[in-house]
């Protein structure tokens, strides 16, 4: 089915078109049409207008009232202060357009299907380490962008850049080829037998014995580094040795991805190992080019604009002084194989702040190599730090980083209790509980993250994240099974538009946020924030709480078109929460 156009829009073709008639010497004038408490819409657009013509705004205002005459979606329009419209729909309008929305699958959501490509670069954890509170944002933000793109009709391209190359796999290969009964079971052999922890306890146990001996034995020491010489050559022994660690830690991922509820595939995780055959001819065109130059041994790219405290310029090394390759040299390749190999013309990048120099650079040497341009951009999208209630970086208590596994498992534990204080009420199985709890408890995670503006840090408070009330996916999440509720209860009465009833204040309000679905996906998915989408999720379910409050959908007292044109509200309603949860990577269970 066709894209539904807004009310916004609709009305402000019909603007546009009324200023066009009303001023000809204006040409193709915008009316700034935005939402309003003093109606439904106000146009602002007349008062820049009035100064370029040299004319009375309220006057212009006037005229451009006076070219719309009547119409079946504008109720009235009052000119208002210095020459602001003040803009009200018809109900008939609301209810028309909602219905055409129900109408469709996708909520009447436009799909572009002549979208480009984005890649995605996202959920980035390391080889052979557990993932701790810092790798969440990547995941959880990345992932909703996927989720938000796609549905717009981008085609995505996922990639889980992880950390599975350099010199800390030299200590780690030496040690297990000198002692071989450290992992004593084949990963891809017993990966149905030896669950996400346990990969990871292996690993880590072997890390810390390996790096005690690698600090303590200077022999040791040196054959480690010639084992990375090894493993950059391509040594089919160290190589083999290199893959069982890569295996064991993909039996981890892929268990804290579960448990985030999240998809993460094999063929999409292309660590920095998979662009070191480039690494070589990457610096060769950089060299080549002028891009980068020799400076005291090493390869590196200037710019006049980056400094260090003392003043002096700051160089990216793309290759250092003693043959190696730093993080830029990966990067890079990367670059040119997300543009040349995948056909990219938008290189997305979910990574921490702080690495927001690093990355300036990367892509401004990119853009000189003439593998960024305006066809093809590069933008990181920039998240802040997770906080303990303190306001610190969060720690445990011993000050160490705090493990995933670790926080998810106790938002569960917390988000199972609220689910069980409520399941005799609602009638829950046991199954239903223990379900429910892990939707409540990761979604309780997930919206936190992504309800703040992403560039900011963010204070993790599992008590808060739970709570029935305020903005959490917890409240959303009862509302929509509240509206579930509802329709299971009406019997035999089912959802029906009635376009020619009049509309009361809470069911205005309410049909005019949900209509704005559409406008807000689209500027989500092209500023790439997030939250915005879960802002306006919050304000739905609210707009709906006041809805339930002023507005009884099954009173025996209501008409049996008012009834149905009501249960047709809290059904799109649903559909919408439904839908808008979904991109964000969060479940709505049908009962809570």
Not at 335 to 346: E, Y
Not at 487 to 497: E, I, L, Q
Request: net charge negative.
């Amino acid at each position: 089915m066709a894209s539904v156009p807004s009310l916004a829009s609709t009305v402000q073709q019909r603007l546009a078109d009324a200023l066009s008639a009303a001023l000809p010497e204006a040409g193709s004038a915008d009316p700034l049409l935005r939402r309003s408490d003093r109606a439904d819409f106000q146009a602002n657009g007349i008062l820049a207008l009035a100064k370029k013509l040299k004319g009375n705004p309220r006057e212009l205002a006037a005229k451009v009232v006076d070219a719309l005459g009547s119409d079946d979606v504008l109720k009235d329009i009052e000119v208002s202060g210095p020459g602001f419209l003040n803009v009200t729909v018809t109900d008939r309008a609301i209810v028309e357009t909602l219905a055409a929305r129900a109408a469709d699958d996708r909520l009447g959501v436009p799909f572009a299907e002549d979208a480009g490509t984005t890649v995605i670069d996202y959920a980035q954890p390391n080889v052979a380490k557990e993932m701790h509170v810092g790798h969440l944002r990547s995941a959880v933000i990345g992932d909703a962008m996927v989720q938000i793109l796609e549905f717009a009709g981008e085609k995505v391209v996922r990639r889980h850049h992880i950390g599975d190359w350099g010199t800390q796999f030299g200590m780690l290969i030496q040690y297990l080829i000198e002692h071989p009964h450290e992992l004593d079971h084949k990963a891809g052999d017993a990966a149905p037998e030896v669950s996400g922890e346990e990969a990871m306890s292996n690993l880590n146990r072997l890390y810390k014995t390996s790096r005690a001996v690698f600090d303590s034995d200077e022999e040791f020491k040196e054959r480690a580094r010639r084992r990375v010489v090894d493993l950059q050559s391509g040594d089919e022994e160290t190589l083999a040795l290199w893959q069982r660690f890569v295996d064991e830690s993909k039996i981890y991922f892929y268990s804290v991805f579960e448990k985030l509820d999240m998809e993460i595939r094999d063929a999409d995780i292309v660590g920095e190992s998979g662009y070191n055959d480039m690494l070589d001819e990457t610096c060769r065109i950089l060299e080549e080019s002028g891009v980068a130059v020799r400076s005291e041994g090493a390869l590196c790219v200037f710019f006049d604009d980056v400094k260090g405290p003392d003043g002096n310029p700051v160089p990216l090394i793309v290759k250092k002084s003693n043959g190696g390759y730093g993080y830029a040299a990966t990067d890079l390749s990367a670059i040119r194989n997300r543009v040349q190999g995948l056909d990219a013309d938008t290189l997305l990048y979910v990574v921490d702040a702080r690495q927001s120099l690093h990355f300036r650079m990367v892509f401004e040497t990119a853009r000189r190599a003439g593998w960024l341009n305006d066809e093809v951009k590069a933008h990181q999208l920039a998240f802040g730090t997770v906080l303990g209630k303190d306001g610190k970086p969060f720690k445990t208590r011993e000050g160490e980083t705090v493990r995933l596994v670790d926080l998810l498992d106790e938002a569960i534990d917390r988000a199972t209790a609220v689910v069980r204080e409520k399941a005799e009420k609602v009638g829950l199985t046991e199954q239903e509980i223990v379900e429910n709890g892990r939707y409540v408890g990761i979604g309780a995670v997930k919206y936190a993250d992504l309800s703040t503006s992403a560039v900011r840090d963010y204070k993790f408070d599992l008590d808060q994240m739970v709570s029935l009330n305020g903005d959490t996916s917890v409240y959303l999440q009862y509302a929509y099974a509240r509206i579930q509720s509802i329709k299971r209860n009406a019997g035999d009465r089912r959802p029906v538009a009635h376009p020619e009833l009049p509309l009361a204040p809470a069911e205005r309000a309410l049909g005019l946020h949900v209509d704005r679905f559409g406008e807000v996906l689209a500027e989500v998915a092209s500023t790439y924030e997030p939250h915005k989408l879960a802002a306006y999720l919050y304000q739905l379910a609210s707009h709906l709480t006041t809805f339930y409050d002023q507005c009884h959908v099954l009173s025996a007292d209501n008409a049996p078109e008012v009834v149905e044109n009501r249960l047709f509200l809290v059904d799109l309603t649903g559909r919408t929460l439904h839908q808008g949860m979904a991109l964000l990577g969060i479940r709505t269970p049908e009962r809570l």
